[in-house]
């Protein structure tokens, strides 16, 4: 196949992107050539003795400090792929580039991981391409693009069989299709495809009517679909021991949103507060508490649970989830998350 030199633009926009970070944790960082040493591993253990030391003398960061010897490094392997292809000397050709020539050159994922795929084809002519650090930088830098691509961070981290559709709410089925970006069997998907032009948006959905007292509760037949509207009035099982004046509803469209309104009279004079609050698929909402409040993000609603995944510090859902009935999940967040924050941070402090 045929080669060629990439131009100074190409590294600068490889740079350009592997940049994109800050924080020191976040930085790119790739291992050069070497061999591992068998004392670098231990069975039974993450690591063997010299697994540090042999870390620190390979590793490589891009930084500030490094650009240079970077860009460098990836126009000399291009080069000796070329020269290796038409079995000619390549000319030496030193790089330079300035750090906020870099850092504001505006880059994606998809034209990255397009550049990278170009820069491997006309650097992988010669023998030593798969143990070189040109290739383990363009390694490091695709799977930092494919973590920035739409959907990543809400993807499931490991596939596992016989899981309950957050849709349908039916157990042992497969999650590989989807509804509304939320996972689902292909069932509910197919399904859902077939009725897309029939289902209304929440947002042109007339606001329902108030209830009226001793309202009995609507029994509509159940669907697993979005843009159904499913009334619960009042809330099965919800109920204020010490007034009968309160009131709990809620209005749900699986896989989209749940409203939660009506009055409580859980206070120290019992006197009945209104509340209306709606919560949509990514929102914080509370699943647990002790001392603390715990809250995560949702991820699935259902016409009769809701589903909330616990939350790691960058705010993204971890594998594990809590369901909660419409009558849990309005106990705990009938009033809303604020005032759960600031008791959390004085409680901590």
């Known amino acids: 196949m045929s080669a060629f ?42 690591q ?41 000397k390549e000319p030496a050709d030193f790089y330079r580039a300035t750090w906020f020539q870099l850092v504001s050159k505006p880059t994606t994922p998809v034209q990255t991981l397009k550049a990278i795929a170009c820069y491997e084809y006309q650097s992988c002519e010669h023998a030593e391409w798969e143990q070189s650090e040109a290739k383990a930088f363009c390694d490091a830098l695709t799977k930092r693009m494919i973590s920035k691509l739409p959907g990543y961070e809400e993807a499931a981290w490991e596939i596992r069989p016989g899981e ?19 996972p689902a069997c292909t069932n509910c998907e197919a399904t859902m495809r077939s009725i897309t032009a029939r289902v209304v948006a929440p947002s042109l959905q007339p606001a329902p009517l108030p209830a009226v007292k001793d309202e009995p509760e609507v029994t509509e037949p159940f669907t697993p679909f979005a843009g159904k509207v499913t009334t619960h009035c009042p809330i099965p099982g919800r109920k204020d021991e010490v007034s009968e004046r309160a009131t ?24 009945a507060r209104e509340y209306d609050r709606t919560y949509r698929i990514g929102d914080s909402a509370e699943y647990g508490s002790y001392n603390l409040s715990y809250m995560g993000k949702i991820t699935a609603i259902g016409p009769r649970s809701v589903t909330i995944h616990e939350t790691r510090h960058t705010g993204s859902p971890t594998g594990t989830r809590h369901v909660l009935t419409l009558n849990e999940f309005d106990w705990r967040n009938w009033d809303g998350i604020e005032k759960k924050i600031k008791n959390n941070s004085e409680w901590s402090d």
């Open 248 to 271: 709990h509803k809620a209005d749900v469209t699986p896989g989209i949103s749940i409203r939660l309104y009506g009055t409580d009279a859980n206070n120290r004079d019992h006197s």
């Open 5 to 46: 030199v990439v131009g100074d633009s190409h590294i600068d926009y490889l740079l350009a992107a592997g940049l994109k970070g800050g924080a020191r944790s976040s930085e790119l960082r790739w291992f050069a050539p070497g061999d591992a040493k068998s004392t670098d591993y231990q069975r039974g253990e993450v």
């Open 48 to 88: 063997g003795p010299t697994a540090l030391a042999s870390a620190q003398e390979r590793i490589r960061y891009l930084t500030e400090e490094t650009i240079t010897r970077t860009g460098h490094m990836l126009k000399a392997e291009n080069r000796r792929s070329v020269g290796h292809r038409y079995d000619t």
């Open 164 to 182: 309950r559709c957050p849709q349908c709410e039916r157990c042992g089925v497969l999650l590989t299709g989807t509804v509304h970006g939320q």
